[in-house]
């Protein structure tokens, strides 16, 4: 063989393990060598895009990584739930997931273009938002029984305001509506804010807004609070029962958070998210923050994140089914 041949393929061949072994350190780099992002369904400067970011920075410095957050609204989340399954199921893609994005959109958008039970894994819940039902003081209802007395007596006479046709804070109150056996009118507005300056002004008579977005009127007493929608009190208002204190049972964390990750993406991947996210929760800052948002912190195994899913939609499905929303 020339001696010029042996040394080019001597040369070829030291190239192609280069490269084979380049390849396998590449594949085996630890998780994770490279920005993360947290795909997020609602607009720069609202509170799940304020959650988000918190969580992004010290979940990036737990991790050793930057989590950027992209913020993809639209569609109920729709758009952002797609842009996440449309990544690989690598770790590097992650979703703010909602009640709304893992529960309610099923029953309210048909069909829905992804299946949150078998097309994303849970990485960790987050947070928890209550709401709080609440009532204008002119109507005189500043007791769940209140309200229940006066609707029963009058089938469909009192008005509900909420953000919108299948939100959160229409299907949460539809959800009262039926376990405590009484029928109101819905009023959707476009934004909570404007559903809660119509129960302030009396175009309403209730809602039921998150726990940050009526406390300062429930302060001002422009609201009467009637119960809170959560496992447990609120800090700020000591005096309020939960509906489950009032016997109205599952309702606890019906306004959560969590992060997921499309199925299929390693466990120790998610199993290493979740340790951040236990690590978040325990931040003295983080808390500070949350609890000023009026938000809870909710922790738990990566797993509760599924089995929330499939419990809240087995608990509201028929009640929402029989709704029948159409939401576009």
């Given amino acids: 063989m020339p001696k010029a041949f042996t040394n080019v393929s001597r040369i070829l061949i030291g190239v192609a393990v280069a490269a084979t072994a380049a390849t396998t350190v590449y594949a085996q780099a630890p998780y994770p060598n490279r920005p993360v992002r947290l795909v997020v369904s609602q607009a720069p400067g609202g509170s799940s895009d304020t959650i988000a970011r918190l969580w992004a920075e010290h979940a990036g410095k737990a991790i050793g990584a930057t989590i950027v957050v992209e913020n993809k609204p639209g569609a109920g989340g729709l758009i952002a739930a797609q842009n996440a399954l449309n990544a690989p199921a690598d770790g590097y893609t992650l979703l703010l997931g909602s009640v709304s994005l893992m529960v309610l959109n099923q029953f309210t958008y048909k069909p829905l273009p992804y299946n949150p039970e078998k097309d994303f894994v849970g990485v960790s819940m987050l947070t928890t938002v209550p709401f709080v039902l609440s009532a204008n003081p002119a109507t ?58 119509a129960t302030i002004g009396g175009q309403t008579e209730v809602m039921a807004p998150v726990y940050g977005t009526a406390l300062p009127h429930i302060k001002n007493h422009k609201l009467n609070p009637l119960a809170v929608l959560s496992p447990q009190r609120t800090p700020e208002l000591p005096d309020v029962p939960t509906l489950g204190e009032l016997g109205v049972k599952g309702f606890d964390n019906m306004g959560w958070s969590a992060v997921v990750a499309r199925a299929g993406t390693p466990a120790e991947i998610v199993e290493k998210l979740n340790k951040a996210t236990q690590a978040f929760h325990k931040s003295p800052d983080v808390q500070a923050k949350l609890k000023s948002m009026g938000v809870i912190p909710l922790s738990g195994p990566s797993a509760l994140v599924m089995e929330t899913t499939v419990r809240d939609a087995k608990a509201w499905g028929p009640t929402l089914e029989a709704l029948n929303l159409s939401a576009k």
């Fill in 140 to 197: 005189g209802i500043k007791t769940l029984k209140d309200l229940t007395e006066k609707a029963k007596a009058a089938p469909g006479k009192l008005n509900f305001a909420s953000a919108g046709l299948g939100n959160s804070t229409h299907l949460a109150v539809e959800l009262v509506d039926n376990a405590l056996g009484i029928s109101m009118t819905h009023i959707p507005y476009k934004g909570e804010a404007d559903g809660v300056l």
